[in-house]
């Protein structure tokens, strides 16, 4: 969602904030701007669309300015406009800040801010509370603590969510960040520091990154910094080096991050497997569980939140883990969770997953476990990110940046430890070492079998421009691959705006077999066990009706001619791993499809990569 940098450093801030911008266009965005502090006023330089369009007009004005904010917007508040691109500006021109998140209550506080006769030029919560900063600021004495103080009554006026940079006209090298429920983190380097929404925004700039907690201020001041709580207090800062995420956040020889995600899915699932299992071999050994053994072993129920891609590698763990560990397993939407009564039956754990760990529907669903007293994990790809640090405990997926709007390789990784994490639950009760045995082997054997799905990929392209005319498509899988369906219609569906569906392949006829007729194909993702002659008498039913089917199927599944248009193989593997690889073709079927259509696959339209709003 909408991305945040701010410099201030020794040279001149303007590159490595266009530079920033750039490097978090992956969060998905529709406007950019950028303010530099040039003595007694702010220059502003604001374009809706991309981040070229703002690099392009900044050009023609260079500053010389070693102090500044940049912003990527993502509306929310008021339509894609100049008036609503951020930085924004208060009325008498002392402050620009950039905001991320939501200010629920900005109705009333402008409302006030209007009875004192402050005007405001766009539709945004974001102006209203640059404004109650500037108000304040109006009111207290000059001082050398004014700015900071008066961010400080502001702040806690406000209700919602926020991450902020702002600046102030008569401080030319102190910059202020606050988070509440938006991420930020500082970056430390020798020629300048920054304030960013995302550590990719200071890549190869800042040596240390330090993350802000939810209440907490940075203030960078000269080549100072520090970091205090709301009130005042000293808060602990506790620096991560940036380095290591330098190369990962290249491109390569791909044309798009989604491409080179897809094809990093064996090294990806390497590293979330390597070191996770236990020295007999016939269970799994996640570092961040332990110390909850007896928790998880006398567990009554185990609740799954999370969002999008990251729901749907949850509900491929609800069939695993009940198949496995014999714990009833139960997938929630996560903003659905978080205003829904349930009941607190027994000993429950909750697990939330999530790839960026900043989602806030699945962090306001965590908040709300804890409030009831629950247990709570995380899965997330970020180290340090929210979810990382306000759940019990958890497993970090280790699969580098994602940067592709489209999750790809994250749901292969979260899919895996779900797996794992069944492994594990189920060794704890009554999975035999055999079954463990198998279970291990076949999850050591899942790189290379990736690699060998995805050297098959020439074929998907074919298909994909067999199919790629289709504006309606079904897909429908059974068991632990109807996640696998839903997941790729979600994907096919952002990155190409064709429109698809999944569902269990059986509920096709209570209601969707009506849209099949010839321009509508399904998608049909067959299992290797004894329910796949079912799914072939749906495939049956589809054809009857004079619609196209595609089928995803292992080796072994006899598959009648007259059921299928196209078939695409899959090697015969142990069920904990198979809906990991029947979803690797249908990344690369919505890859092509939209690719064909001329899409860029990594920015789809109106899509953030971290959704920061509720
Ligand atoms: O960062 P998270 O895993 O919490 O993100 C959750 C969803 O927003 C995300 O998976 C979204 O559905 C992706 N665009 C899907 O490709």
Known sequence: ????????????????????????????????????????????????GRVKNLADSVQKNSSSSSLGIAHTRWATHGAVTVSNTHPHMSQDGKFVMVHNGVIENYGILKKFLVSKGIKFSSETDSEVLCNLIAYHYSELPTGEDRFIDAVRLALPQSRGAYGIVILCVDYSDTMIGARRGSPLVVGLGEEANFIASDASAFVGRAKEAVFLNDGELSIISG????????????????????????????????????????????TALENTLRGRFGDDGTTAKLGGLEGHEDELRNLDRIIFVACGTARHACMVGEYLIERLARVPVEV????????RNSPKAGKSLVIAVSQSGETLDTLEAVREAKTKGLLTLGITNVVGSSLARETDGGVYQRVGPEIGVASTKAFSSQ???????????GRMRDLSPTDGQAIVQAL?????????????????????????????LLFLGRQSLYPVALEGALKLKEISYAHAE???????????????????PSVFI??????????????QEVKARKGP?????????EIPEEAVDDIFRLPVVHEVIRPILANLPLQLFAYHFARLRGLDVDKPRNLAKSVTVE
């Open 1 to 48: 969602m909408c991305g945040i940098v701010g410099y201030l450093g020794k040279g001149y801030a303007q590159a490595p904030l266009i530079d920033g911008l750039r490097r978090l266009e992956y969060r998905g965005y529709d406007s950019a701007g950028v303010a530099f502090h040039e003595g007694n006023e702010f220059s502003l330089a604001r374009e809706t």
């Open 223 to 266: 080549k100072n910094f520090r970091i205090t709580t709301m009130e005042g207090e000293e808060a602990k800062a506790v620096a991560h080096p940036v380095e290591q995420i330098s190369e990962e956040v290249e491109l390569g020889d791909f044309d798009s991050y989604m491409e080179k995600e897809i094809f990093e899915q064996p």
């Open 332 to 339: 929630e939407h996560a903003s659905e969770f978080r205003y």
């Open 415 to 425: 899919a895996c430890l779900c797996a794992m994490l069944g492994l594990a639950l």
């Open 444 to 472: 050591n054997d899942l790189p290379d079998l990736v690699t060998k799905v995805l050297q098959q990929g020439e074929q998907i392209r074919e298909l994909a421009i067999k199919y790629s005319k289709a504006e309606h």
């Open 502 to 520: 999944g569902y269990p392949a059986a509920e096709l006829k209570h209601g969707p077999i009506a849209l099949i007729n010839p321009d509508c």
């Open 526 to 539: 067959v299992e290797g066990s004894s329910l796949s002659s079912k799914t072939i008498a749906n495939m």
């Open 549 to 557: 089917v595609l089928a995803i199927a292992p080796d072994n599944v």
